[in-house]
């Protein structure tokens, strides 16, 4: 019963639980993070890989584009203000923003091993939102490991 009580009072649009609200700001800092080094990256590549990895990185930070207005709507769904500056971000994301133009291959490692980091951010999203019975955000942190597993993998299979 509490649970269904719990899902009530995010479905009128009430407060969500803590726990949920910062674990969707730490996926949104992470993916935001994301968005900004595969734009960089799709802007700076160089080399032979070009043409596919410059189609391919825009693909990943267009999904991923979207992907943050849907995660910071969540967590205004929940009754929190979304973070929203590169301050708060950093603050809050395992993911780390460029501080150079490495090499393509390095840029495939980079971008790969940052959406295992953002699954498992999501991952714990998921974990907290199904502790509170928010079915929406376990949705929202579940679609999102789909995606960054999906581009992980993608990326990888470029270093193979």
Not at 23 to 48: E, F, I, M, Q
Not at 79 to 108: C, D, H, N, W
Request: net charge positive; charged share 25%.
């Amino acid at each position: 019963m509490a649970a269904r009580a719990s899902r009530g009072a995010s479905i009128k649009g009430t407060s969500g639980s803590k726990a949920v609200i910062d674990a969707t700001s730490r996926l949104l800092a992470d993916s935001y993070t994301l968005y900004l080094k595969t734009h960089n990256y799709h802007w700076n590549v160089t080399g032979p890989m070009f043409s596919t990895l410059h189609t391919m990185f825009e693909t990943q930070y267009t999904e991923l584009a979207l992907a943050v207005d849907e995660i910071a709507e969540r967590i205004r769904a929940q009754g929190a203000m979304a973070p929203g500056s590169y301050t708060e971000f950093q603050k809050l994301a395992k993911v780390k923003e460029a501080k150079r133009v490495p090499k393509a291959t390095e840029m495939i490692r980079e971008l790969a091993a940052d959406c295992e980091t953002v699954a498992q951010t999501a991952s714990k999203l998921v974990e907290a939102a199904q502790k509170a019975g928010d079915e929406a955000s376990a949705d929202l942190g579940i679609r999102r490991i789909q995606v960054a597993e999906k581009n992980a993998w993608m990326l990888r299979s470029h270093l193979a």
